[in-house]
């Protein structure tokens, strides 16, 4: 069973910078694919950015193209989101997800991601 802890959360106007951790209890971190999804009030949970094992494929929605980096540090079971030029939009509870099928491509659907953290959430000003 992994464990997801989400950090980094806050409060930040708009065009401002916030960097989302997520921390993995489990030390084959290495082989998990990650993401990082979204929910806004009413709405579902949208995929926002997938990492693959080794770090070197991402995938990200088309509106944060551009604007969000997601990385990993695998001695530090440890992936991030590093998001830029933030818009009222992007308001939102962020999950971290971690997908143990030991693929080597990036995850971008909901159903194939089966840890979940608790959420954090980011707020934009306008």
């Known amino acids: 069973q992994v464990q997801l802890v989400e950090s980094g959360g806050g409060l930040v106007q708009a065009g401002g910078s916030l960097r989302l951790s997520c921390a993995a209890s489990d030390r084959t971190f290495s082989r998990y694919a990650m993401g990082w999804f979204r929910q806004a009030p009413g709405k579902e949970r949208e995929f926002v950015a997938g990492?693959?094992?080794?770090?070197?494929?991402?995938d990200y929605t088309d509106s944060v193209k551009g604007r969000f980096t997601i990385s990993r540090d695998n001695a530090k079971n440890t992936v991030y989101l590093h998001m830029n030029s933030l818009k009222p939009e992007d308001t939102a509870v962020y999950y971290c997800?971690?997908?143990?099928?030991?693929?080597?491509?990036?995850?971008?659907?909901?159903?194939?991601?089966?840890?979940w953290g608790q959420g954090t959430q980011v707020t934009v000003s306008s």
């Open positions: 990492i693959n094992l080794s770090g070197d494929s991402t």
């Open positions: 997800a971690a997908d143990s099928r030991f693929s080597a491509g990036v995850t971008t659907i909901y159903g194939l991601y089966n840890y």
